[in-house]
Structure formats: C-alpha cells, structure tokens
C-alpha cells in the first residue's frame, strides 16, 4: 500500500507592479484562452485549501484571498499574508505559485512528489533557482518567515537562504511572463 501524500495548501501570488508590463495586471492577462491567474489556480487544483494574494477583486468572489500588508511590499510579504490567512489545521506542504508562469501546472506534480527536507522547487533550463514556483514545508516556511525582521521588500533569497531544498528541474514550467515581449510570445505558443 503506498502512503498517502501529505496535504498541501497553496498561496498564489497575484500581485506585484508589473513594472516591466506597465502596470497592467498581470493575472488579467489571457493566454490560450485563459486568464494567468486561472491558470495557476488550476495549478493548484489538487491542494486542501488555496489563497490568492493580490490587490481587491482579483480572485474570483468565491475564493479565499488577501492582500499583502502594505501593499506592494514584495513575495516574501505576500507569502506572509498568504500563509496567515490559510484555514487551519494547517497541512504540511504549502505550494508557492506566481500566477504569470502559464506553463506552472507542468511541474507541480513532481514538485509534490519529490517533496523532501524543507521543500523543493523549480529550477528552469538555465539553472535558476524558482523560488515562486515551489512547494516548502510550512514548518519551515513559518520559521524562515519569523526569522525576518521585517516582510517588506526582502528578496525571496534571503527568506530561503537557511532552507534545505530540493531542486526539480523543469524545462518550461518556470517561463514567465514579465514583459510584452514575454506575453506575445506565450500567447503564440499558447494559441
């Protein structure tokens, strides 16, 4: 008999500037028919109970959403609101997803299943390291957030910095969507 998978819940990240896209939301986008951010809510699909942080009004009315505090402050302060707004009991698996990687989905089972020490996450074909596109244990996620002075613009590399994880390689799953250039792209590939 095989042991069951962990419960895991998911924080999907859907706000941020966008500075490089103008301003515009980029979970609004659509490609291949849909929208980033139901897409990587797709992503998630199989998780116990799913938060999308973000400004108001961008989750769909029937989905548990939140808003990093302040506003604009950054991964590391959206993870933070994401994992506090979380239904308890808590699971022990938390996946971490920005919404503008269309292609997520492809990598979140093997992120699950090669789950080990204090998480695993993405690395895309040029050996970076995907911090957003991973699944930690919140035990150590929850520890690595309370070791922080502060939430408010930290790098996603100073918050892992102590953790052990695992790498899963990933040939698209991590390609994102940061400029126009990016979304026509997608949108080709997508369409």
């Known amino acids: 008999m095989t042991p069951a998978a962990p419960a895991v819940d998911a924080i999907v990240l859907a706000g941020g500037r966008a500075s490089r896209l103008g301003g515009a939301d980029k979970g609004a986008l659509v490609l291949g028919g849909d929208t980033l951010l139901a897409r990587a809510i797709d992503a998630a699909a199989d998780a116990r ?43 022990e ?22 789950a080990s020490g204090d998480g695993t996450w993405a690395v895309d074909t040029d050996g970076r390291v995907q911090p957003l596109l991973a699944v930690y244990r919140r035990a150590a996620l929850a520890a690595a957030l309370a070791g922080l002075d502060s939430m408010v613009d930290v790098s996603m590399r100073r918050l892992t910095a102590g953790l052990s994880m695992t790498a899963v390689p990933v040939v698209r799953a991590a390609t994102d969507a940061d400029t126009w250039e990016d979304v026509e792209r997608l949108r080709k590939e997508l369409s």
């Open 49 to 91: 109970a799913l938060v999308v942080v973000g400004p108001p009004g961008v989750a769909p009315e029937d989905m548990l959403s939140v808003r990093e505090d302040p506003p604009f402050a950054g991964p590391v302060a959206a993870i933070a609101a994401g994992l506090e707004a979380l239904p308890s009991p808590p699971a």
């Open 93 to 114: 698996r938390v996946l971490v997803l920005a919404c503008d990687m269309p292609y997520a989905a492809e990598a979140v089972p093997s992120l699950l299943a090669s």
